[in-house]
Nanobody, 126 residues
Framework: RVQVVESGGGSVQHGGSLRLSCVAS????????MGWFRQAPGKEREGVAS????????YYADSVKGRFTISKDSANNTAFLQMNSLNPEDTAMYYC???????????????????RGQGTQVTVSS
């Protein structure tokens, strides 16, 4: 069965960095796109970043642009999110998602991708 598993979350201080990883297994195909979204308690889901397998196009929410970097290893359905200059507003559960198709139009809404993980918690203290 398909599994999407995130790792790398944790607690850091304001200004710190974390690197999230995501591995999808149980698939017979490669994702066309992968991405990260987050959700804090009492808040709406927020698309964070996404990346296309072909062409390496990347998309970022304005709130993380310049601080976060998404990358991938398409051959292994793996994605990463390097997060720098973290601040308390980045505190949330971070989820990885991937899709074969259903990418176009959802570049800023990776929570719409077909396959999603269970999340990894990121907590930033002031």
């Amino acid at each position: 069965r398909v599994q999407v598993v995130e790792s790398g979350g944790g607690s850091v201080q304001h200004g710190g960095s974390l690197r999230l990883s995501c591995v999808a297994s149980g698939l017979s195909f490669r994702f066309d796109c992968m991405g990260w979204f987050r959700q804090a308690p009492g808040k709406e889901r927020e698309g964070v970043a996404s990346i296309y397998r072909v062409g390496d196009s990347t998309y970022y929410a304005d709130s993380v642009k310049g601080r976060f970097t998404i990358s991938k290893d398409s051959a292994n359905n793996t994605a990463f999110l390097q997060m720098n200059s973290l601040n308390p507003e980045d505190t949330a559960m971070y989820y990885c998602a991937g899709s074969r198709g259903k990418c176009a139009g959802n570049e800023y809404r990776p929570y719409e991708y077909v396959y999603r993980g269970q999340g990894t918690q990121v907590t930033v203290s002031s």
